[in-house]
């Protein structure tokens, strides 16, 4: 399958970094063709991409939207405390 010449495409960015998130997070980046980051890609603008892109908007920056990078893991899965810390009371 070859692309027309006038097909649209979208550039992304991959730009923050996966470490901490869900398989699924992870799965998307990989999916999506990203190796390392900083990462720019061109991709077809098909809604599948759209979607996609929209899944990891805060990893990932699209060219013409503006991307901020988020204020706390709201995503990231949570971990476990030592109960060895907090029973010494600090």
Do not use: C, N
């Amino acid at each position: 399958m070859s692309e027309s010449p006038g097909a649209a495409t979208i550039r992304a960015t991959w730009k923050k970094s996966a470490i901490g998130y869900s398989v699924e997070m992870k799965a998307t980046i990989q999916s999506l063709g990203f190796r390392k980051l900083q990462q720019t890609r061109d991709l077809p603008d098909t809604p599948a991409v759209r979607g996609m892109l929209k899944k990891v908007d805060f990893l990932v920056a699209v060219e013409g939207d503006p991307w901020d990078p988020p204020r706390r893991g709201r995503y990231k899965i949570p971990r476990a405390r030592s109960a060895k810390k907090h029973s010494r009371g600090r």
